[in-house]
């Protein structure tokens, strides 16, 4: 084990099989482990064997405990750092205390593992190149819609982190604003007993949550089509006129309706139109 470092180590995010063999090893030989909940982590070293100094890391001590860290790190000790579940720094605590680690010189060491991000993307069937990791939309209905409408011409998939108890009004807003055609994959409880991939459409996710209250547990990753590129929009010049003309009057959700009525185009197609008529405005 060497010296002076800090090892960010990923943790299962259910299944404690998940665990790699090096994470393991990193756990059992550093000096102390840096945890986001030391109750929780108590359980996960317990389950393997293992007994350590816990030092407490979260959102509300980040920056306090990296200097910490340091003064243990610069007295030569070896640190694991790690979350309730997942990999640190992703939507969880960690990156303040990597890069304050960093920036006084000390060694960092990744441990990768388990991520619900790309565990989400692997089953998720999606065949686009590249996407944009958002992680967890603001818990404020307007400040999330603003969000949403930077998000709504990025031309690849867009996965985003949700609680339970916003799920329904994040995935309203998610219709509303980025187009309910879109495809949409929902992965909740991942590796865990209840674990559930659920693929539809935007726009019928709402009905499909609701039509069981058990759907509507524990921790979701969603994963939202990608934008079409202008290239792949297919609307007639006739449909783009009266669209342009309808923007001009309307908001965009219901020119893009009245559009699609009057001259048949698709409305994916009319949405996706829209938002970059919109965007060079």
């Not at 979260?58 to 000790?77: I, M, V, W």
């Not at 409880?189 to 509507?216: M, V």
Request: charge should be negative; hydrophobic fraction near 45%.
């Amino acid at each position: 084990m060497t010296q002076a470092t800090l090892y960010v180590v990923a943790t299962p995010i259910g299944n404690l099989g998940d665990i790699t063999l090096r994470a393991l090893e990193v756990l059992k030989d550093v000096d102390a482990i840096a945890a986001e909940d030391t109750r929780h982590t108590s359980g996960l070293l317990s389950h393997f064997g293992i007994s350590k100094k816990l030092i407490a890391v979260h959102e509300h001590n980040e920056q306090q405990s990296a200097q910490l860290l340091l003064t243990r790190l610069q007295a030569g000790e070896s640190i694991a750092l790690v979350t309730d579940a997942g990999t640190p720094g992703i939507s969880d605590p960690g990156a303040v205390v990597v890069q304050a680690l960093h920036n006084a010189g000390i060694k960092v060491v990744p441990v990768p593992g388990p991520s619900a991000v790309i565990a989400a993307l692997s089953a998720s069937g999606i065949t686009e190149n590249g996407f944009s990791f958002i992680g967890f939309l603001p818990a404020s209905g307007s400040q999330r819609r603003k969000a949403l409408t930077a998000y709504q011409a990025i031309p690849h998939t867009l996965v985003f982190y949700e609680a339970p108890h916003r799920i329904v009004e994040s995935i309203v807003d998610m219709a509303n604003t980025l187009g309910g055609e879109r495809q949409l994959t929902i992965a909740r409880e991942l590796t865990k007993t209840f674990e559930t991939i659920h693929r539809c459409a935007l726009s019928d996710a709402q009905a499909w949550l609701e039509s069981d209250t058990n759907q509507q547990r524990g921790e979701f990753v969603l994963l939202v089509e990608a934008a079409l590129k202008q290239a792949d929009v297919k609307v007639s010049k006739e449909a783009e006129q009266t669209l342009r003309s309808l923007l001009a009057e309307l908001p965009l959700k219901q020119a893009v309706k009245l559009a699609s009525e009057i001259t048949d185009a698709k409305k994916n197609d009319l949405y996706q139109l829209a938002l970059t008529l919109k965007n060079q405005d």
